[in-house]
């Protein structure tokens, strides 16, 4: 049978509120020798605060909650990372919800957090073209309750956070491989109303038109590894490949997932990554340098994002300060030239 709060009163001879008083937090805290005789009866009798207790008692839960879309991805488990390590020493304990990419999840998400009383949330992943106004709404209410908002890729109107420079960082790649001396590019980009994917492609591809290069291929698909290995296939299929079998085709996918899942499907059309088909992606998440071949993509700093971003929760600042964080082109072996 579970010990109450009341066995424990009993056991150091005070009154159930003052046992709460100790055991909870509250500001109101008794004589130091009345404190230390409740602690002892609650390690002895091996009493456990009740965290939602505490919670009124102190008006904070001492808990920030990461909503990701997918925490299997390695660009999520690395920010993830980053803001546990920011939250070291600091007595607040990071929750963690994964949404698989759901809006509506999202939105559920964040109200479970709220009603958990959560001093915090952190928001990580992109966002869709449309409107997000259930969510705006949402967390208009959680922050006039007191409670911090940030954003990490994407921002929100009433929330400011770390913003990535999609855009620039991939025409920077799109730059260095031009300079590398590919001529013949495809571009593999997610869904049309992510605004990630969306920049991304835009970036590339303009940068290519400002060059003077027009793509042989875009295709649109799911900004997953699956999504990455369905439209490879069937960009193999199509016969581009082909076309100039003198110079092979740079694929862009824009993001490193579905440049993993591109070059497994490389292979299982018995063709070779950089002789047959140049790879490149985005993120650098960091399985990606353990790939053979090494894959070019574009650096960012992830597990310093997390920390960043949960840093700025922590802190009394601005809310609605936003920094940019831009992407740096790594040049691997995947985009190697004979």
Known sequence: MAVRLADVADAAGVSQSTASRVLNGSARSPKPEIAARVRDAAERLGYFPNAQAQALARSSAGLMGLVVHDIADPYFSSIARGAQRALAGSGIQLMLASTERGAEAEVDAVRTFMSYRTDAILLAGTRGLSD???????????????????????????????????????????????????????????????????????????????????????????FTRDGGYLM?????????????????????????????????????????VPEDIALAGFDDIPTLADQHPTITTVRLPLEEIGRMSAEMLLADGDMDRRLVVEGAPVLRDSTRLR
């Open 232 to 272: 490879m296939s069937e960009l193999i299929d199509s016969g581009v490949l082909q076309a100039d079998p003198g110079r092979p085709l740079c694929v862009f996918c824009v993001n490193d997932v579905m440049a993993l899942g591109a070059l497994a499907a490389v292979r299982a059309a018995g063709l070779a």
């Open 132 to 222: 997000d106004a259930l969510l705006d709404q949402v967390l208009r209410i959680y922050r006039a309750n007191g409670g911090r908002v940030a954003m990490i890729g994407q921002p929100l109107p009433n929330a400011g956070g770390v913003q990535i420079a999609n855009e620039s960082g991939a025409a920077d790649l799109a730059e260095a491989l031009l300079r590398q001396g590919h001529r013949r590019f495809a571009v593999l980009s997610g869904e049309s109303t992510l605004s990630t994917s969306a920049q991304r492609a835009a970036g590339f591809l303009g940068k290519l038109r400002a060059s003077g290069v027009a793509p042989e291929v875009v295709m649109e698909g799911a």
